[in-house]
């Protein structure tokens, strides 16, 4: 397919020997000469040059008039000027207003050829992004949130009208499994900073000194390592989003630089002396009740308030099991499709099975059922043996035994049969290696690899406290 160049150009014999030329290059040119018959080309449904090559001054206006009015409505494809008459005021405006280049008459063919082809790369990168941006919003509409019970609807509600919002922070709470890193993608790419950046970050997943570089940024040596600069992940979500997940697990001294970062719509690096401007949509979540860490000064207020402008709390699978007649199929259709399988058929005990199974792993938990049963089926039933839920089945043998988390010499077994929640495997193996190490927390976080801040938390999170830990 033939990629369009318009072309804006006065002077009737540089216009033509232009669209002759670029012709004979694969173009579809399309010739104006006044910047009235340009606008109404660009106004045509269906015609989007991929690069304009305008003349600056014509007899009815300067072109960076339109390529301002046109960049306003976010469309212009990439600009290059030619003039005879440039000025270095002129050549300012058409940068910021992101022409991809300025030239002056008379400019040698060999260099304009190759400066459109630059601008040609950059076109087809920038119809890419627009195509995947589209893609992704088509992919993560309201339906992306399947159910239809009430409880369904009430968040579907909720979400329509905060996509209606420029809203600048939000919080997303609901257990472990539900679909909070869903609700984001969907309140991101379904809102006015859909063509922006998602940018995200799990908070409990780095250790606090690296957790600050991820965010803020730092300059070369700012720290041992740190050889060269690094844009951090807020700078990094200009005009876009971040979604910081885990939210609870960020330690109160980087909750105090978030809120003056908020706050100040502004930044520093670490190491850093200039403050960098930044336009930022905060989404926050958490599996936790932060309204009841405030009160126990283990979440700052002033952070708490100034990200709950909204909140949207997702139910659990427990609590709408209707919905599970729309998931099942879905996620059976969706492996299917990954697998090369044609599972259709679901029987009735599958179903008494699912709908009497409590969930404790939401919508997470019910996926990888799907999942295992989908990649194992033999034909298009879908197998009740690979359920695997805990309850005996006339397919399955009945263990002697209830599967259950053991210490075995150095070893933890626990069992992955949806008996056990993530939160208290988490919980089993830190007390476990708590005991081994006489509650040592310092010899502990270094068994487990991890921090002592970090171990203190979940020590303090799950109640393991036993009597001092040094």
């Not at 008039?65 to 005879?84: A, H, P, V």
């Not at 992101?98 to 990168?125: H, I, T, Y």
């Not at 283990?298 to 099991?321: A, I, S, T, W």
């Not at 295992?372 to 309850?391: K, M």
């Amino acid at each position: 397919m033939a990629e369009t160049l318009l072309i804006i150009e006065d002077e009737s014999l540089l216009g033509t020997e232009l669209a002759r030329h670029y012709r004979r290059q694969g173009w579809e040119v399309i010739l104006a000469d006044t910047l009235r018959k340009a606008g109404q080309v660009l106004q045509q449904p269906g015609i989007k040059p991929q690069v304009v090559l305008s003349d600056m001054n014509l007899a009815d206006g300067n072109a960076l008039d339109l390529l301002e009015k046109l960049r306003e409505k976010g469309t212009g494809g990439e600009w290059i000027f030619l003039t005879g008459y440039g000025s270095v005021p002129d050549s300012v405006r058409a940068l910021r207003l992101g022409a991809f280049d300025f030239l002056e008459k008379p400019c040698d063919q060999e260099r304009l050829d190759m400066v459109m082809a630059g601008a040609a790369r950059s076109a087809r990168a920038q119809r890419r992004l627009q195509d995947e941006a589209a893609a992704r919003s088509q992919q993560y509409n309201l339906d992306a949130f399947i159910g239809q019970s009430a409880a369904a609807y009430q968040v579907r509600d909720m979400l329509g009208r905060l996509l209606k919002v420029p809203f600048s922070a939000l919080v997303i709470t609901g257990e472990t499994g539900t679909g909070k890193g869903l609700i984001a993608r969907i309140l991101h790419h379904g809102g006015p900073r859909g063509s922006g950046p998602l940018i995200e970050i799990n908070c409990a997943a780095l250790p606090r000194e690296l957790l600050e570089s991820e965010l803020f940024g730092h300059e070369a040596g700012a720290f041992t390592g740190a050889k060269g600069r690094r844009r951090g992940l807020l700078e990094q979500a200009h005009g876009g989003t971040l979604f910081l997940d885990e939210i609870g697990e960020l330690d109160l001294d980087l909750q105090a630089k978030l809120l003056k970062a908020i706050e100040d719509r502004a930044i520093r690096r670490l190491g850093g002396e200039q403050m960098i401007n930044i336009d930022v949509q905060i989404l926050a979540a958490t599996n936790r009740n932060l309204g009841e860490m405030v009160e126990q000064n283990q979440f700052r207020g002033d952070l708490y308030h100034r990200l709950n402008v909204f909140q949207v709390e997702l139910p659990p699978l427990r609590r709408r099991k209707e919905d599970l007649e729309s998931l099942v199929p879905q996620f059976v259709a969706e492996y299917n499709h990954k697998a090369g399988k044609r599972v259709s058929i679901i029987p009735a005990p599958v179903w008494q099975r699912l709908m009497k199974h409590q969930w404790l792993g939401n919508i997470r938990e019910l996926r990888n059922v799907v999942e295992r049963c989908v990649l194992f089926a033999d034909n298009e039933v879908f197998p009740v043996q690979w359920l695997q839920l805990g309850e005996p089945t006339e397919s399955a043998p009945v263990p002697a035994k209830a599967a259950e988390a053991r210490v075995e010499g150095d070893q933890l077994c626990i069992p992955l049969d949806g008996s056990m929640a993530l939160e208290d495997m988490d919980r089993f193996i830190i007390k476990t290696a708590l005991e081994m190490h006489d509650y040592n927390v310092t010899a502990t976080a270094r068994a487990l690899g991890s921090t002592r801040e970090t171990l203190r938390y979940r020590i303090q999170k799950y109640g393991l406290s036993s009597g001092s830990t040094p």
